[in-house]
């Protein structure tokens, strides 16, 4: 095979690796399809929250009508009496919204309507830094860009594999 073959093979598999690493964030729909609003059971949110893996750069989806719901962000103390006292810039009060988790820790965030906070209209998470979990690739046996599915370096490291396979 020539070596202009392999560039462009290479560069097809490279631009594969940046889809990749566009699409490593995931979208977490906050309650799932009861969205956000005053839950049903008031640990819906935290139950919601404990079956999810947080990382940087993932996506808070919070769906909910504007003008009947927000979502504040604010400190665990407030957090944890419900009030939007000391709250962070980064109030949303237009619905839907996606929020995108920057940077790791916990994060604390309220509807600041009337008694909704009090009656569990309330999110705490933690965000964890992205490459944690997912360093060690499970085998496969095959590699297809239809199967692209592990993390950026996984998917780097199986681009050079396959590179170096044609030389
Ligand atoms: C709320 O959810 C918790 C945990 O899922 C459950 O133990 C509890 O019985 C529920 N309460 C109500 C009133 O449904
Ligand atoms: C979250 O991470 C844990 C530990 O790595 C794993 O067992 C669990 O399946 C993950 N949950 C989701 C929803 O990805
Ligand atoms: C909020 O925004 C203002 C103006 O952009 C900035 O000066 C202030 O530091 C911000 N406060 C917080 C808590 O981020
Ligand atoms: C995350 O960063 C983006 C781009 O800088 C910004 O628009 C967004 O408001 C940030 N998210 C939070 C929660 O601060
Ligand atoms: C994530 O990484 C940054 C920089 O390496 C570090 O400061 C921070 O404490 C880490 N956060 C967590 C939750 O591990
Ligand atoms: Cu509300």
Known sequence: MGSNKVAVIGAVLAMLAILQLAEAQTQHVVGGSE??????????????????????????????????????????DSYDIC????AMNTTIMKGPAHLTLNSSGQFYYICSFGTHCIQGQKLAIIVSNSSSSSLAPSPQSSWSPAVVTTTPTAAAAFSLIFIFSFI
């Open 35 to 76: 969205g956000w609003k005053i839950p049903s059971n008031d640990s819906t949110y935290q139950d919601w929250a404990n079956n999810q893996n947080f990382s940087v750069g993932d996506i808070l989806v919070f769906n909910f009508v504007t003008n009947q719901h927000d979502v504040v962000e604010v400190p665990k």
């Open 83 to 86: 009030s939007p006292e000391f």
